[in-house]
């Protein structure tokens, strides 16, 4: 379905975060545009408090022939402190043959983009700290699969 105010953007029918992508298409375009050229189809998005928000992008291709598991997905934690943290993104899909991909470091604005090859039944990981306070420690599931 297409996303209103966002220019082209869209959403997998049944992803979750809807809402947070439309509270701000500007700030929904630009996590876009951080995956690159082609990723336009919103697998999720997450809102942790007023820390940090978790944005998963697909590009409408697979990698393989299985049409649920095999999607290139994207994923950016978006830090909305205004201040660095330190944080992270991992992305995994459900093989375990499969490395992760992640992101780790200090940053004042996101963490990735990290991209998985046969993300669509795969996992968000999203980490940040103030201080020495964990603030965001969360696994996103994004989709039902087994």
């Not at 291709?61 to 943290?85: E, Q």
């Not at 992305?91 to 991909?101: G, M, Q, Y």
């Not at 963490?111 to 046969?118: M, S, W």
Request: glycine fraction near 14%; charged fraction near 15%; include cysteine.
């Amino acid at each position: 379905m297409e996303l209103r105010g966002s220019k082209g953007l869209k959403v997998i029918e049944g992803a979750d975060g809807k809402a947070l992508l439309q509270a701000n298409t500007t700030v929904t375009a630009a996590a876009a545009n951080v995956c690159g050229s082609g990723y336009t189809i919103s697998a999720g998005a997450a809102r942790y408090g007023s820390n940090a928000s978790l944005y998963l992008w697909w590009n409408g291709k697979y990698s393989g022939s299985n049409k649920l598991y095999d999607k290139y997905i994207c994923g950016v934690l978006f830090n909305d402190t205004g201040s660095a943290r330190s944080m992270g993104i991992r992305l995994k899909d459900n093989f375990t043959d499969t490395p992760h991909a992640e992101d780790f470091g200090t940053y004042s604005t996101y963490a990735g983009p990290v991209y998985q090859k046969r993300g669509g039944c795969g996992e968000a990981y999203s980490y940040m700290k103030s201080g020495s306070s964990v603030v965001v420690d969360n696994t996103y599931t994004m989709s039902g699969c087994n």
